[in-house]
């Protein structure tokens, strides 16, 4: 059932009114703090009001303008993009408490709220686009809010880092782009209210160009090996927007802009036919393993993140690519299981350096003895990357193997169990130094940072626990995500 409703706007339109409001009053402190953190809670009512219906199947739609005939901005919540709006309206509460700790010291904050601000609005509207133009245009207009945030710390490092993160963000939004108007061009329509708006009489030919044009747009900010490179080069910015990059905005839209494509825009009936996700698949794993391979050679801690998350991000290409339930089922609900795990873990890296200056893991030596709590919360991570059962990457595992199984391809189940132990071999060394590595002849005590840092990082390891917990409970996310697959596969 679908009911007009001005909210689909108004959660969007809500961080666009508070990064205007800091841009006006933001450089006196207490307003740039009140604006920011108002704006995260009345935003997260707003998309929580809605999940009820959401989860019994209502859709929540308005249309704000058009363009042309049949053409225009519209929004639209269905399960998936709610979906998405709650992972990233959630994370950005803790993000925004923690971006207001870490930044004290900071130079340009004025700037840096008020741009952090604009990049989650346009990540709203991304979630709740209804149609594959008003997700381009907002799919476009995060990369522009984001560059700013990219090069913050104004330095040769931070300019090089923005310039190779527009060059090919940029590229791949002009082929999202050349794939909205081929779209357009062959369907008539660009809604993605439908589980796929495509047909065989469309030509394989022209699907076929299609699906690789909107796989490779997307896939840029997923971080499909070989469109990664800009992802580890942007580490040089500051850790809460290394955190909004890799688990609240950034590269989340590129993999729900790919579930999109294979969902909606082609509908899995379409491309069992074609048999065109087989080569997405197997890219995917390639993804999984080479990425974590590559992470065990990092020294620096943000940089193995950033493998890391490059890996992780896969797991929901290779999901949607099997094209079965239980595997679309593990793609949609990793969006919620990667980002609380991996945010949590940047917090920590964030924490330690500002409490101690180290950014290099061979130098944590002891320090889950100074910082118990931060480094608590990391192992609790570490566990969930592992696929260890009662943390959230479990239920990704465990649900990605009966989705390859379901498809007959058991050799995922392999990348899956190769993936985990990549997982331990890059992670688990760093709880090992950190408790049992302690540096001779210092004395070690309690020196946690500084609650804005610390109550974010324990709450999101709360969160990874809560998701690998309650997979069968009643009204939590993964409900939501049963919803999104039982649309697709009109169950």
């Not at 081929?182 to 699906?211: D, E, M, R, V």
């Not at 910015?237 to 729900?256: D, E, I, Q, R």
Request: proline share 4%; aromatic share 14%.
């Amino acid at each position: 059932m679908e009911v007009v409703d001005i909210r689909p706007v108004l959660a969007p339109t809500l961080s666009l009114v508070c990064a205007g409001l800091i841009f006006l009053t933001g450089q006196k402190a207490f307003w740039r703090r009140f604006w920011s953190l108002g704006a995260a809670v009345l935003k997260l009512a707003v998309v929580m009001s809605m999940l009820p219906g959401t989860i019994n199947g209502t859709v929540y739609v308005f249309r704000l303008m058009d363009f042309t005939p049949g053409i225009g901005l519209g929004f639209r919540v269905d399960a998936l993009g709610m979906f998405f709006a709650v992972v990233s309206s959630t994370l950005w509460i803790f993000t925004t408490i923690y971006a207001i700790g870490y930044m004290e010291p900071e130079h340009s904050k004025v700037r840096f709220f008020g741009f952090f601000a604009l990049c989650v609005s346009t990540t709203v509207g991304i979630a709740f686009a209804e149609n594959l133009l008003t997700l381009f245009l907002f799919y476009e207009s995060l990369t522009i809010v984001t560059y700013p945030l990219v090069i913050h710390e104004e330095t040769p490092e931070a300019f090089k880092a923005g310039r190779k993160y527009l060059t090919y963000t940029l590229i791949g939004g002009a082929f999202v782009l050349i794939g909205t108007v081929l779209t357009y061009q062959t369907a008539g329509t660009l809604t993605l209210s439908k589980p796929g708006i495509l047909s065989l009489a469309n030509g394989t030919q022209t699907l076929t160009i299609l699906f690789v044009t909107l796989i490779a747009g997307f896939g840029v900010k997923a971080a499909i090996m070989p469109l990664h490179g800009w992802l580890p080069t942007a580490m040089a910015a500051p850790t809460p927007v290394s955190a909004l990059l890799h688990a609240v905005a950034v590269v989340k839209a590129g993999a729900f802009g790919v579930l999109r494509v294979i969902y909606n825009v082609f509908g899995v009936e379409l491309l069992q036919q074609l048999n065109l996700t087989m080569w997405l698949a197997w890219l995917a794993a390639f993804t999984i393993l080479t990425a974590s391979f590559i992470a065990l050679f990092q020294d620096n801690f943000k940089r193995r993140l950033a493998y890391s998350t490059i890996s992780q991000l896969s797991y929901i290409i290779l999901g949607a690519s099997l094209l079965t339930p239980m595997a679309a089922t593990a793609a949609i609900a990793h969006i919620a299981n990667q980002a609380f795990a991996k945010i949590t873990m940047f917090f920590v890296a964030g924490a330690i350096q500002r409490k101690t200056g180290k950014t290099n893991i061979h130098e944590l030596a002891g320090i889950g003895y100074r910082m118990p709590y931060t480094m608590g919360a990391f192992t609790v991570a570490a566990l969930s990357f592992v696929g260890v059962p009662l943390f959230a990457g479990f239920v990704t595992k465990w649900y990605l193997s009966l989705g390859a199984l379901e498809a007959g391809d058991w050799w995922f189940v392999l990348v899956m169990i190769a993936s985990a132990l990549l997982n331990a071999a890059y992670f688990l060394p760093i709880v090992y130094l950190a408790y049992f590595k302690a540096p001779p002849g210092t004395q070690l005590h309690v020196d946690e940072a500084r609650p804005t840092l610390l109550i974010p990082i324990i709450m999101c390891a709360l969160y990874v626990i809560l998701l690998g917990t309650t997979a069968e409970v009643p009204g939590m996310p993964f409900s939501l995500a049963r919803a999104a697959v039982r649309f697709v596969f009109g169950m």
